[in-house]
């Protein structure tokens, strides 16, 4: 029977790589983002977290989910002194903490025994982000998920486990229009990290339950997974 | 010249207490809540952080403050499985990271070089808190901004601090009535709260900027505040 999986943040440039890999290895794939765009099959936009459930469900008709996998995410900029820096706080909430939430939500409800959660977080969260308190506090927000989701009594499915995902930097066509006189040598791709993701969730034994993962990646190499302490 | 404060969360059980010791002890205050209400004579509700701070520099004259007090906060319960878990998260996000993030933005508009920035953290956030999401993930947040705006970079006035203060549990009439048969010992009392905070914003170099103090009480003792990393 073909594995079942929730990708959040589907419409995104790595949620689009990853539901592609998703559905060339044959699961079957609920796409979920703010709006049904870009793929994704599944609007959670402005929902609460009952009609979200209701929606998943619909969808599910009594099975349940082999991973949930969280890449909504998003960037943004804004020190103290920034005019923006409130309501960039808010978006990079919504966008990378509220999704997780819920995702964690939706996992708790109707996730597999054994099964994987992926949320999205950031390789600034393990420093202070003075550049950025929007981007790194809702991405800290997200790795204390993460632990907190791999703790005693967090009422996911039994054997469930719980990872983040912490790039410092994707190869992306943003970024390459925001950088474009990097050296990309060390910025790993999204299929790269597709891949990984669907390996995870493939075998939930290969990760540690309550770790953040660091891409990283040298010249010449292919992509890296590091487990780390979340905070 | 008097001392000028701005304490955000005025209108709460801490917030009055903390008012209360500022006037009594001859700063001039400015008491912000998301109403006017309770004491507050600057209602934040809805206001961007343009506006909020029109507000502020209204009230300030072209003088500058001396400290900003964050004591908005509150409490949420709620595990992954809890249907009222992204509710309370928005609620508990809204009350305590929004308002130090717009805290953030108003000492870097109009605090005064070397002066102090207090946040309200959590002892709960020193770990996983798989029983309260929205609780642990908003004071991690806190926590986060606290070492980010004493770092580097961080577009505060030159020499200014900013702390966090950690409760464990503190004797409120909330507290009382949720937990009746407890042992409040080691409860530390608003005014003991309040005490300090005025010590500290009247003589900042007695704190060190980025740490959280974490507010711990013996029975029979007066309360401790015990410098920590924030994460």
């Not at 599910?60 to 960037?75: I, P, Q, T, Y």
């Not at 969260?125 to 790194?136: D, E, I, K, R, V």
Request: aromatic residues 4%; contains cysteine.
């Amino acid at each position: 029977m073909a594995r079942r999986v929730l990708v959040m943040g589907a419409a995104g440039q790595l949620g689009r790589q990853v539901c592609g890999r998703f559905a060339s290895s044959s699961w079957r794939l609920i796409a979920a983002d703010v709006v049904a765009a870009g793929g994704a099959d599944l609007a959670l936009g402005g929902l609460g977290a009952a009609a979200a459930l209701e929606a998943l469900q619909e969808k599910l008709r009594g099975e349940r989910l082999d991973a949930v996998v969280n890449v909504a995410g998003g960037f943004a900029m804004g020190s103290a002194q920034d005019a923006e820096v409130l309501d960039n706080t808010k978006a990079m909430v919504e966008s990378s903490v509220y999704s997780s939430v819920l995702a964690a939500h939706l996992a708790a409800k109707a996730l597999k025994e054994e099964g994987l959660v992926i949320l999205p977080g950031a390789a600034a969260a393990w420093g202070p982000t003075a550049w950025s308190l929007p981007y790194g506090l809702s991405k800290v927000a997200v790795h204390h998920l993460v632990r907190s989701l791999a703790a005693e009594g967090s009422t996911l499915p039994k054997g469930a486990k719980t990872i983040g995902l912490a790039p410092q930097i994707l190869d992306t066509p943003q970024n390459r229009a925001a950088m474009p006189d990097a050296d990309r040598s060390t910025w790993a791709s999204l299929e790269e990290v597709a891949e990984q993701i669907e390996r995870w969730c493939a075998d939930p034994q290969l990760v540690q339950s309550g770790q953040v993962y660091l891409i990283d990646k040298a010249p010449g190499q292919p992509a890296g997974f590091e487990a780390k302490d979340p905070l």
